[in-house]
């Protein structure tokens, strides 16, 4: 059984920082793509950054120049770098992990940004 456990979320201010880690209890890279996601209140879950095994990686267009999602592959960690926070950035984060048809999904972290 994977488990995927996620950490890093806060309250932090309009232009300021945070970064969110997912580990997972085994070595999944080297299949498994990666994703991050958020889901803000009353909102649709929506991609926020994914890499593929081959280091293949997409931004959603609203963090593009903001957010930088990276691994480490020695750690089992999954992160997703969050810069220049705006107010609308404030949702529940997820980390993804899949090879279909596994799909795993961490618990979720709470990240919120306000003055």
């Known amino acids: 059984q994977v488990q995927l456990v996620e950490s890093g979320g806060g309250v932090v201010q309009p232009g300021g920082s945070l970064r969110l880690s997912c580990a997972a209890t085994?070595?999944?890279?080297?299949?498994?793509?990666e994703a991050w996601y958020r889901q803000a209140p009353g909102r649709v879950r929506e991609l926020v950054a994914a890499?593929?095994?081959?280091?293949?990686?997409n931004y959603a267009d609203a963090v593009k120049g903001r957010f930088t999602i990276s691994r480490d592959i020695a750690k089992n960690t999954l992160y997703l770098q969050m810069s220049a926070l705006k107010p609308e950035d404030t949702a529940v984060y997820f980390c993804?992990?899949?090879?279909?048809?596994?799909?795993?999904w961490g618990q979720g972290t709470q990240v919120a940004v306000s003055s």
């Open positions: 890499i593929t095994p081959g280091d293949n990686i």
């Open positions: 085994r070595n999944m890279f080297d299949i498994y793509s």
């Open positions: 993804n992990f899949r090879y279909r048809p596994n799909d795993y």
